[in-house]
């Protein structure tokens, strides 16, 4: 069968054929098409996490605690908590907690505006900035190997196609906010 025609493509043997063969079983009448993508990256972003984490683990990092120190270093410039949030697609609340542990760690350095009191500038300090660039490298390593079971062809596919449904459910779901 085909992913067109209901059934779970080729004789894939991952965990997510074996859930679509199940629910075809029980709801033979059900098109379980999507369930193969959606299923799958969910299931690669869950394995994937599992394993990049090690790093962050070893570094004392939680994940959301790297994507904040993350920003702060890719951006290059100061940010207030609100727009780390938006940068990081967390919520103030988060923020202000994971943001209130890394300052105690010494990783950021917080600073208050001039205009308005309420309004908090971060920045990383310099020990944020070096774990930063020390856990990268590694980060990158452990994808790259994950990715070399893929051809250089498959891996721009992928990309493009993984972008083109990130840009699309971007747009939809920030339609659906407004």
């Known amino acids: 069968m085909t992913a067109t025609s209901g059934g779970p493509t080729g004789t894939k043997r991952d965990t997510v054929a074996a859930v679509v063969r199940q629910w ?3 709801h033979p009448d059900l098109d379980t098409a999507p369930m193969e993508i959606i299923g799958r990256i969910n299931r ?7 394993a990049e984490d090690a790093p962050l683990r070893r570094a004392g990092l939680s994940r959301p605690e790297f994507d904040l120190l993350g920003a702060l270093r890719r ?10 949030a938006r940068e990081t697609f967390s919520s103030g609340a988060a923020v202000t907690k994971r943001l209130k542990q890394l300052t105690e760690r010494g990783l950021v350095e917080r600073r208050g505006d001039t205009r308005d009191r ?4 971060l920045r990383l300090t310099d020990e944020g900035r070096d774990l930063v660039d020390g856990v990268l490298p590694e980060q990158l390593a452990y994808e790259t190997s994950v990715l070399s079971e893929l051809d250089s062809e498959g891996r721009g596919e992928l990309a493009s196609l993984l972008g083109e449904l990130l840009g699309r ?3 939809r779901l920030g339609a659906l906010r407004a």
């Open 24 to 26: 075809q079983s029980v």
């Open 44 to 50: 690669c972003a869950a394995l994937l996490q599992q």
């Open 75 to 84: 951006t290059g410039h100061e940010l207030t908590p609100s727009e780390l």
């Open 118 to 121: 309420r309004v908090a500038h």
């Open 169 to 171: 459910l971007e747009g």
